[in-house]
């Protein structure tokens, strides 16, 4: 038990300073939809009521629930706010955006105003340039996704507006590799702020460079022999998430999005239990491919809310999935060689691995109450 307590003691440590970055998994988007049309553009722009509060305050009972009442009282500096960060330009030409309506939808993580406008372009557009400056000032994570349409129900082009592309030229007739590009971008960006599918795959690898014999946890001693391990579970997971990723970015496949952002945390609280208190010993690729299976969800939910035209979800969706493995790759690449490094010290096996696994499980612990019953604990 006097061990056990200690165990809790140093993981809570280890917490205090994890728990700084620990942010919930859905990062900030907004979602623009452009169509070319004979001498304007018309848009619809989804924005998250949360990043809108943050940014301005919609609250004005501060009751922690947005109405539509407080919404529509401030339309006006809903717009002046939203559109003074967007501007367009058709091949060289100004298309100030004007507001037509402002309505509310719900996406996969709740309640977005979405802002209805026309831009004069006073000519054909036939490239259109975005300059694109939403919360990148509050959030640096935040993303604008980007579909535009060419008129008459033509190609349709995507991009993905960030702190270092906010300014892009569109043709909505660009090359295929382009598209490509920006999503294998995207699929490294999601994994490395994807905090919860870090620590789920970094809990895993802990134990990779033990065997449990004797139920006890016992060093391996040749590089090979982990190297086989980490193998085994980075492809198991990789299979697993690729699999239920094309699935719900098909449509062949839908769930609520609560249910499987708690999921994936409750995901991360058994992988790091069980290298506390070991069900599946030696079998840890198991376990990455069952929850991998879960986590795949959880990278579709941005591809899903983009609504990607058919002709380019294909391609989106292998760019998207490269990006994740690379960002993936590169994440084992840091931890192994130092971990080997550090396998036979006190220091790898109470503070890394139990501390570590103590820890992992308390902000997931965290995370999982925050999603199931709709709470912000870690700010």
Known sequence: MSQLLRWWQLGLWVCF???QPAFAHKPSDSYLNLKLGEQRVEGQWDIALRDLDYAIGLDGDDD???T??????????IADYALARLKLAADGNSC????HALLINRHSDGAYAVLRFAADCGRPPVALSVDYNLFFDLDPQHRGLLQLQAAHGGPVRTAILGPDSRSQRLEVRSAPWVQFFDFVREGVWHIWIGFDHILFLLTLLLPALFVRKDSRWQTLGEFREVF??????VTAFTVAHSITLGLAALGVVELPSRWVESAIAASVILAA?????PVVENRRWAIAFGFGLIHGFGFASVMADLGLAKENLVLSLLGFNLGVEIGQLAIVAVF???AFWLRN???YRRVVFTGGSVAVAGIAAVWLAERLFDLQILI
């Open 68 to 77: 539509w009442g407080e919404v529509r009282s401030r339309q006006a500096q």
């Open 96 to 99: 100030p955006p004007n507001l």
């Open 228 to 233: 086989l391990n980490v193998v085994k579970v």
């Open 345 to 347: 010290t006190w220091f």
């Open 336 to 338: 192994l060689p130092i």
């Open 64 to 66: 922690g629930a947005i």
């Open 17 to 19: 300073f994890l728990a």
């Open 273 to 277: 239990l069980n290298n506390l208190f």
